[in-house]
């Protein structure tokens, strides 16, 4: 079998900074808005999504200027999704609702991690960020997203050697049933070429089999190198048929354990039009017995700093019943878009959502009551597990959108003149991510 040697280039950690919208005012209590009755409403959730290209976001403010919040969520009156359904996704007023409380959940991030850098001996340990020596940095693809070191994954590896990887563990329970497994990820950052063994050591220590990978970005976008390819892509088969192998810590024995693994390319197929890319891995760990099959499904169609267009939802939808159909129920699935943070929060967060939906809770959830806003909540909990998860406010409202869209789908179009619903129109034609057990063969 052929092997392909190791790339030793070296890029230069490039940074994301995450812009202030400064038009919108931090909310310190409650929001609630009345408005003439309308119509009831027949327009799409998504007009008012367009596609939007990479851009360098504008600086935060200094320290001096923030003024500090606690990071308690605030409990709203018709807040969420009602907010919504009250008021078209394109709504001025509701669209400024919601940048409203992203701007909370920036503000309480700030707390968090002012309070992890306390020096009088106060600090939280919770919000410690990892460091790392200088040495190390260019494990990391941006050297200012770094995940919080009670929560970050370590390698199994001897005391000593570095045991660091860009990747946190994730944890959602269902806030309506308990008793429902939690859903389990992992959440990285795009493999750069120095953590590539770090990373499929990781994936090997974590997931005994039917390891999945969701990969959200392209390689490159824009002319910028998002993540290095860490995995055989298969597009040439060598002469005779034979498989792609990558060796990984073949030659280095990077932690001195000899661990070493082969990574065997198998097959590859399009998916949902051409916007996912499935392919069948082979991790074989030296001193196995058996390999163990590793899932990759590349989406294509989510321009960073951007989201999915309209179009694209039901590929989108279809991209998480796959990987949920693909992985081992009890195992975490690795998460990553570039950063780790942006696309990878508004994928783990969209799921966890639909769950709740899938089961029932929301079917009175436009009505007017005291509840928590269930999009802030996943997304303040995601953060305390991440720092960054959901980075953009335009992924944060396109939660809301996108779970307008569902509830709508499923209950019907709101007709708030009458007091009524309506059938909807039209059904989305995904299956639920959560319908059935079933695992595909591994052939």
Known sequence: ??????????????????????????????????????????????????????????????????????????????????????????????????????????WAE?????????????????????????????????????????????????????????????????????????????????????????????????IPSHAVIVQLTNMVELDVIKCDQYFPMGEEIPTGGRDIVWGINDYNNVWGDNWRADLTFVSVEQLARGAIERRKLLLHVHGEKEPRVVWHFLYKRWPDFGVPTAEDLDGFLELMKLSRQHSTPSAPRIIHCSAGVGRTGTFIALEHLMRELDSGVLARYDMPSERSDLVYDVVDILRQQRRGMVQGELQYRFIYQVMLRLWQERYGIVDERAGSREPAAKRLEVASPFAGNGRPGTN
């Not at 940074?15 to 609630?32: F, G």
């Not at 070191?149 to 001897?158: D, Q, S």
């Open 1 to 106: 079998m052929d092997k392909i040697p190791k790339f030793r280039r070296k890029p230069k950690p490039p940074v994301i900074e995450t812009s202030i919208d400064r038009r919108a005012s931090i909310a310190t209590e409650n929001v609630s808005a009345t408005e003439s009755p309308r119509a009831h409403h027949k327009m799409s959730a998504f007009k008012s999504l367009r596609l939007r290209g990479p851009s360098k976001r504008a600086r935060d403010s200094p320290p001096s200027e923030l003024t500090p919040t606690t990071p308690s969520a605030v409990v709203v009156a018709q807040d969420g999704i009602h907010n919504l359904l009250k008021r078209p996704a394109n709504n001025t007023r509701a669209t400024a609702d919601i940048d409203i409380k992203f701007q909370e959940l920036t």
């Open 110 to 206: 700030r707390v968090r991690v002012s309070q992890g850098m306390r020096d009088d001996g106060q600090a939280d340990p919770r919000w410690t960020l990892y460091r790392h020596v200088d040495t190390h940095e260019k494990m990391d693809r941006y050297v200012n997203i770094k995940p919080w070191a009670y929560n970050r994954v370590r390698l199994r590896v001897p005391e000593g050697e570095v045991d660091y990887v860009n990747a946190s563990t994730i944890t959602l329970s269902s806030p309506s049933d308990p008793s429902k497994p939690p859903l389990r990820y992992i959440a990285m950052q795009g493999p750069t070429i120095p953590s590539i063994d770090h990373v499929w050591r990781m994936i090997a220590e974590q």
